[in-house]
């Protein structure tokens, strides 16, 4: 552990006079582009007092260029800093369970990267020990938080696209394979695009569909081009020994309301360019998540429209932070619910098991 100088302050006033104290866990990637500049810079009354990475130099360096004053190598020891209200998660997916097991035994709230795990098994022991603790538990879900998710779900809430029959969720890219180990060995991220990318869109669809009761599910998760050298890596080379997940995976799910909903997902694929959206297939109309078209028919006119994006929304990231800091402060509900994360694991983790079995799997009653 070192010490460098004073703790990031935060200058805009808020309802607390408490000073939010936060320890970040892992500073790889997703810390520095997005939860802490602008991310937890932009939340009131807030310090950032310690950072943990395995890699001494990145946490270090974070720590410099921050002014955050505890640097640690092994989490365990940052959550056992008394003065820490809650940690903030961005490791690899594998270091997830134990860390928000480990904050929870501490007793600081939870913030979490996606996905929160790739079994309903620990999500459930997370959800377990968040009960336990009295402690929030949110999983960074930071789609649901963008302008125009705001304003599609603001819209879809009036019951505007009455029945929804179907939802088609794509998250799917041409050749945008993340190259470092976290992402591509199993034993870091425990799966491929499936988890990694189709874990936001389908998060974000359940989400406007409000989150039916998933029953049944089938899939498949092929290998189809990331072994070979056919397609170019628009983020350079990645190793192929390490490489054992899925480049590409689909689902289809039924819900218990009579819904379904067809899911793909790739890194590696032939396709014009990266595919990212959501349609929901309504009784009275259908929208499209992220463009928020919509299509709908009165009297017999069909009447094509666009929902506009919710004004003066801050970035997702910074929305989402901005979400988890307010809860905590406010004494809410978790923005990012743990329930809800549950039904979206267990159909992902359906997704696996079916493809590994050849057979549909009909989920335990989440
Ligand atoms: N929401 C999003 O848009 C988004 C984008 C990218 C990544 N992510 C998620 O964020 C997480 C991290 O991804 P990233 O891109 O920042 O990865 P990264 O590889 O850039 O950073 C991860 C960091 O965690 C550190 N680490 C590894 N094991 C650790 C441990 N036991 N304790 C502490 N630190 C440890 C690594 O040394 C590394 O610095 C993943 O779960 C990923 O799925 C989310």
């Not at 189709?198 to 009761?213: E, I, K, S, Y």
């Amino acid at each position: 552990m070192s010490k460098t100088s004073k703790a990031i302050k935060t200058s805009k006033s808020s309802q607390s006079s408490k000073k939010l104290k936060i320890g970040l866990i892992g500073a790889g990637g997703i810390v520095r582009g997005a939860h802490l500049k602008p991310g937890w810079l932009a939340v009131p009354d807030c310090e950032i007092v310690a950072v943990c990475d395995v890699n001494r130099a990145t946490a270090q360096k974070l720590a410099d260029d921050f002014q955050i004053p505890h640097v640690f190598t092994d989490y365990r020891d940052l959550v056992a800093l008394e003065e820490i209200d809650a940690v903030d998660i961005c490791t690899p997916n594998c270091v997830h369970t134990p860390a928000v097991l480990a904050a929870f035994q501490a007793g600081k709230h939870v913030l979490c990267e996606k996905p929160l795990a790739v079994t309903t098994k620990e999500i459930l022991a997370m959800q377990a020990a968040s009960k336990k603790a009295g402690k929030l538990l949110m999983t960074a879900q930071h789609c649901r938080f963008s302008d125009i998710a705001q304003a599609i779900k603001a819209w879809v809430d009036t019951g505007a696209l009455g029945e929804v029959y179907h939802t088609r969720v794509n998250a799917t890219r041409r050749n945008h394979l993340p190259t470092s180990p976290g992402f591509i060995d199993p034993k870091l991220s425990g799966g491929g695009p499936c988890m990694d990318i189709g874990v936001h869109a389908l998060d974000t669809a359940m989400w406007l569909m409000d989150f039916p009761r998933p029953v049944r599910v089938s899939g498949r998760a092929l290998t189809n081009f990331a072994k070979g050298h056919e397609l170019p890596g628009a983020w350079g080379e990645w190793d192929r020994t390490l490489f054992g997940v899925e480049d590409f995976a689909s689902g289809y799910v039924h819900f218990e309301n009579g819904a379904t909903l067809a899911l793909e997902a790739s890194w590696l694929q032939h396709q014009e360019k990266e595919d990212w959206n959501a349609v929901l297939l309504g009784k009275k109309a259908s929208v499209k998540w992220p463009t928020g078209e919509f299509y709908t028919a009165v009297n017999r006119s069909l009447i094509d429209g666009r929902i506009l994006p919710k004004p003066g929304v801050q970035p997702a990231h910074t929305e989402e932070i901005v979400a988890f800091a307010d809860a905590i402060r406010n004494n809410k509900p978790s923005p990012v619910p743990v329930e809800q994360t549950l039904r979206v694991i267990a159909i992902l983790e359906g997704i696996m098991k079916s493809s590994a079995t050849n057979k549909e799997i009909v989920l335990p009653k989440l």
